[in-house]
T-cell receptor
Framework: RKEVEQDPGPFNVPEGATVAFNCTYS??????FFWYRQDCRKEPKLLMS???SGNEDGRFTAQLNRASQYISLLIRDSKLSDSATYLC???????????FGTGTRLTVIP | GAVVSQHPSRVICKSGTSVKIECRSL??????MFWYRQFPKQSLMLMAT?????????EQGVEKDKFLINHASLTLSTLTVTSAHPEDSSFYIC?????????????FGPGTRLTVL
């Protein structure tokens, strides 16, 4: 079983729409969670960390459900510039590196 | 935020040649750097973890003799793809672990696109 699993999509949504991505992780002892954004042929960039209490950054809201072992990202009022691949990332206890999901591809359509 | 640079950004080489990629943390010291590889439409795959002053730790299936990693200082790690072949063509990305805003985060370099003819 993969450490991190995501629906690869693609998600094609119109401008202004609200879209949500989910991600599940297999290790219940996982400690840190992140959403990264990766544009085509570019490196991943940190979008936001995910905290147990949930956190919001502008149009982006991230939530963590430890009981069900899933992480979500909600994007409101989608912009064309939101088109990218969104990577769910988990840090395992005792591990020095991050584990990446395969990413969910989002295309926002005019 | 922290900055990580990679050089070169793009390499095209003939089969059988060796290619060296540099990864630098520009404004912080990174005791640990990571090397990833990403094939088209696939996720990042960790190749190895590079620790300053010690041998790199390779992931299963990654040949240590083919992908030579050197982490000579707290700001520089290098990956050398020896005797490159077309199947080594990929996007190679390094990252460095650092602290920003009080939290421990991994910062990625811009990547190196390797094409082996």
């Amino acid at each position: 079983r993969k450490e991190v699993e995501q629906d690869p999509g693609p998600f094609n949504v119109p401008e202004g729409a609200t879209v949500a991505f989910n991600c599940t992780y297999s290790n219940s002892a996982s400690q840190s969670f992140f959403w990264y954004r990766q544009d085509c042929r570019k490196e991943p960039k940190l979008l936001m960390s995910v905290y147990s209490s949930g956190n919001e950054d502008g149009r982006f809201t991230a939530q963590l459900n430890r009981a069900s072992q899933y992480i979500s990202l909600l994007i409101r009022d989608s912009k064309l510039s939101d088109s990218a691949t969104y990577l769910c990332v988990v840090n395992l206890p005792g591990a020095n590196n991050l584990f990446f999901g395969t990413g969910t591809r989002l295309t926002v359509i005019p | 935020g922290a900055v990580v640079s990679q050089h070169p950004s793009r390499v095209i080489c003939k089969s059988g040649t060796s290619v060296k990629i540099e990864c630098r943390s520009l404004d912080f010291q990174a005791t640990t750097m990571f090397w990833y590889r990403q094939f088209p439409k696939q996720s990042l795959m960790l190749m190895a973890t590079s620790n300053e002053g010690s041998k790199a730790t390779y992931e299963q299936g990654v040949e240590k003799d083919k992908f030579l990693i050197n982490h000579a200082s707290l700001t520089l790690s290098t990956l050398t793809v020896t005797s490159a072949h077309p199947e080594d063509s990929s996007f190679y990305i390094c990252s460095a672990r650092g602290t920003s805003g009080g939290s421990d985060t991994q910062y990625f370099g811009p990547g190196t696109r390797l094409t082996v003819l």
